[in-house]
């Protein structure tokens, strides 16, 4: 009969076991207890019948999966298709699931060989979660300590645990370092980045009358040579101002017999090459520093604000100008 078997002879044999009981034999004879040669034939034509549906089963099968040992190299994926909907309980909801009972061993490892590139370039990863619909992706859950790492076999700066092209908060994330800083040198570099852009911004101010004297100012500022040496002022701002702004405004004054209420004044830094400045102190070939700045009131029409005429010396005291300097940066 081999693997296949007569469908009348198992129909026949069925019928024969399940057919409606025959009135109970009585007295002396009565049949005794044990297997009828009908109920042999019925467990002989199942057997036959089992044995010939497995040897189809593994017949058409495409290989079978040996535990405790190393299957095969598969040519071809392998699919295992579910549609096992979640519930309630501890199990269910899942395609497979693997699970190592020793304190000791991991649930499931994967490994490949896949090279840079990535899914883009056709150079898949060694484990993959694709949610074809809106839900998660993945989930971790650990009780321990660490929930996992992500190890380089190459540490280093130059190595990267992931990218990502979500740029939305992360909720609950604490990292420590963040382009390449820790979280500590962020707070130290916006402190003083915050610093910086502050003085950047700010704008120190110096006052001088007309005796050649810092009457008020924000700080720092020191007259070099006021109104003593020509007609000009030099003042030292108290830092280096190569990169800074500078400006000067006359100051309204008309209380002092000798009115100023408008007038031109000129402003540059001395180490500048567009000026010289000459008095001791005032520039670096001869003395001064890279904070040293000449201020030069004129009249309207350019002159000194000296009566008369123009006088090669220093300004009197009722003739000079009032000012302002400033400095900015």
């Known amino acids: 009969m081999g693997h296949h078997h007569d469908d009348r002879a198992w129909t026949e044999a069925w019928s024969d076991a399940y057919r409606t009981s025959e009135p109970a034999e009585t007295g002396k004879g009565r049949r005794r207890a044990g297997r009828s040669p009908r109920t042999r034939s019925v467990l002989l034509a199942t057997g036959l019948l089992v044995l010939g549906i497995s040897s189809v089963g593994v017949a058409q099968s495409t290989g079978v999966v040996n535990l405790g040992e190393r299957n095969g190299t598969a040519t071809d994926e392998t699919e295992i298709i579910a549609r096992e909907a979640a519930g309630t309980g501890a199990k269910g909801g899942y395609s497979t699931r693997q699970s190592n009972l020793s304190n000791s061993g991991g649930g499931a490892i994967y490994g490949c060989r896949s090279t840079a590139g990535g899914t883009p370039a056709n150079k898949l990863p060694c484990l993959r979660g694709n949610n074809l619909s809106t839900g998660l992706a993945f989930e971790f859950a650990f009780e321990g300590p660490v929930g996992g790492t992500i190890n380089s076999r190459v540490a280093g700066d130059s190595r990267k645990p992931f990218t990502t092209n979500a740029t939305g908060v992360a909720t609950g994330l604490n990292a420590d370092r963040v382009d390449g800083a820790n979280v500590s040198d962020i707070v130290g570099f916006s402190s003083a980045d915050a610093t910086n852009r502050a003085n950047a911004a700010k704008t120190r101010w110096a006052l001088v009358n007309e005796a050649g004297q810092i009457e008020a100012q924000s700080g720092g500022f ?20 190569t ?19 408008s007038g031109e004044i000129g402003v540059a830094a001395c180490f500048n090459t567009t000026v010289n400045c000459a008095p001791a102190g005032t520039d670096t070939n001869n003395g001064g520093n890279a904070g040293v700045i000449l201020v030069a009131p004129r009249d309207s029409d350019g002159s000194d604000f000296e009566a008369g005429a123009p006088d090669p010396g220093p300004p009197a005291a009722d003739e000079a100008a009032r000012f302002y300097v400033t400095v900015t940066g």
Do not use: F, K, M
């Open 243 to 261: 990169n800074n702004g500078l400006g000067a405004t006359i100051s309204a004054a008309n209380t002092d017999g000798s009115p100023v209420l």
């Open 222 to 241: 020191r007259a070099v040579n006021c109104y003593q040496a020509n007609d000009n002022c030099y003042i030292d701002a108290g830092e280096d101002v």
